[in-house]
């Protein structure tokens, strides 16, 4: 009997520009358990979105020389992905990207909307054409309506979360922010913490890690998490720093 963790998203901010794409491939390699599909990066090169998506395995999609392709930046985004709605085709392929009137996004989401349906056909009423058969693609939708009108990007996510069911992570980023937020309840797991250098990082479990906890919103310099109340000092032991 086959095991089946999901999808698996990986989350990364340097304080400056360096090989995050590598940093993003190990983490993918490391959660390619939660996802055998398809898998991708979308990297911030200050600004600018570079990414690569494909069906396979971590290490089919990503040669040494696409990797290297990969402009230096600060950070990155990617995704492995089991599909629990949607076909397995490229097209499903995730981290999805989003241009909009205030900018642009790439969300890599692991997890499912009990509402999906609802939301997707209220979406589509109103003229939202889908090139995916994902939740993920529902998610984007509702966060770029909510961004037209909200101050910022993580009120923008934590009002589009308003307005989901289900359980679900996600990392979110935009030009200046990443963002990791969970479902209110808690029921994917999602983990961040900070390497020796200052490097920020977001993830699915991994054994030996710290889930994030729930609460209120936290917005540490350009590092925004939402749905969780973060212990610094628990976060600091856990992961030895």
């Not at 398809?38 to 090169?45: A, K, R």
């Amino acid at each position: 009997m086959s095991i089946h963790e999901e999808c698996g998203v990986f989350g990364v901010m340097a304080g400056q520009p360096e090989d995050v794409a590598g940093i993003v491939y190990s983490g993918l390699y490391a959660l390619q358990h939660r996802g055998q599909e398809s898998c991708g990066i979308v990297v911030n090169d200050d600004g600018v979105f570079v990414s690569h998506k494909d069906t396979g395995l971590v290490g089919e999609v990503f040669s040494s020389s696409i990797l290297h392709s990969f402009p230096k930046g600060t950070m990155a985004v990617g995704h492995t992905r089991y599909g629990t709605t949607g076909g397995t085709n490229r097209n499903n392929c995730q981290p999805i990207e989003v241009n909009h009137q205030k900018g642009h996004m790439a969300l890599a989401h692991n997890g499912n909307l009990s509402n999906a349906a609802e939301l997707r056909s209220a979406l589509e009423m109103n003229g939202a054409i889908f090139h995916t058969t994902s939740d993920t693609e529902t998610i984007a939708y509702i966060v770029t309506q909510e961004r037209l009108n909200a101050p910022s990007i993580e009120d923008a996510l934590s009002r589009a979360m308003n307005r989901l069911d289900g359980a679900y992570s996600l990392v979110l980023m935009s030009p200046q922010k990443l963002i990791c937020a969970r479902d209110p309840h808690g029921f994917r797991p999602l983990c961040y913490g900070q390497a020796q250098d200052g490097t920020w990082i977001h993830f699915d479990y991994v054994p030996g890690e710290t889930d994030i906890r729930r609460g209120p919103a936290e917005v540490t310099g350009r590092l925004c998490v939402i749905g969780s109340q973060i212990n610094e000092e628990e976060v600091r032991e856990v992961f030895g720093l």
